[in-house]
């Protein structure tokens, strides 16, 4: 498809994994797609709107896993510049059966997941990146990439591990509104009346319904967000205090504390982990 890059990482009767680019040319909603399989999408870098019929729409970053259910159509937008870039996994319906609450599924409907999208926690992000990064440059065999990616699936789908924004649908479009704001210049230091201003709502407010709708107040939403692309970025930068500049922290010990308390892990250690091994 026309402004997509699908790059094959793994391929297994386990699972499957891609690397999908999309440049983001379709800033209003693209033609109708249709999943082919079922999908776990894990987006590491940019954002999109993923619409289902007339009124089912999600935003799909770096903090959430989007659910494609084979064999439904839906379509796609980019409402902030810059495209966006996902890890898409897949495995059997036997194997999807075997991992999947029975709460998390559309009662009567075969293996379709009820939700478009979950809330995922840093852990998981880690993984993501580890199997990106680590399959990219060799560091991990295809065991190893099988049981991480199984242990994401585990991660993603649990109720521990992951969240399920129960909010109306007013309240999730003014976090929406919200993220993207913060995706637009995700290095900028915002303050909580400028992001206030922007949405149309007192800050009071706006505290209130993201922590309602993600179940994490707005100011940890953005780091998660930073930390994410710092996760993307790490095996382009030889040095880190560049980066943690990029990215709108205050020095190299501010981002270097923040990534470990996040990921369980130093930047520097989990640039090891995808290194090449010898």
Known sequence: MSGYVVDQLLDTPTLSLHDVVCDGACRHKSPEECATGTHLVFPYRGLFMHHLGQD????????????????????????VAGGD????????????????????????AGL???????????????????????????????LEAETLGLTLVRRVLGER??????????RRKLA????????????????LGEIATETGVSPVYLTQVFQQVEGVPLYRYQLRLR???????????????????????SSHSHFSAAFKQAYGRSPTEMQRLTSPRA
């Not at 609450?101 to 009662?107: T, V």
């Not at 929406?176 to 303050?191: C, E, G, Q, V």
Request: glycine share 6%; hydrophobic share 45%.
């Open 176 to 191: 929406d509104r919200a993220k993207m704001i913060i995706a637009a210049d995700l290095s900028r230091r915002w303050t």
């Open 227 to 249: 930390l994410a692309r710092a996760l993307d970025l790490l095996d382009q930068y030889e040095h880190l205090t560049p980066l943690a500049l990029d990215l709108g922290f």
């Open 161 to 170: 591990t992951s969240h399920a924004a129960a909010a109306s649908w007013g």
């Open 56 to 79: 089912r729409d999600a935003m799909a970053e770096p903090n959430q896993v989007m659910f494609l259910n084979d064999g439904e159509g839906f379509k796609v937008s980019h409402p």
């Open 112 to 142: 379709r997941f009820d939700r478009q999208q979950r809330r995922i926690d840093p852990r998981a992000q880690a993984l993501v990146a580890l199997l990106r990064h680590g399959l990219r440059r060799g560091a991990i065999e295809t």
């Open 85 to 108: 870039a996902c890890l898409s996994l897949s495995l059997s319906q036997e194997m999807l059966a075997e991992l999947t609450p029975k709460d998390q599924l559309r009662a009567g």
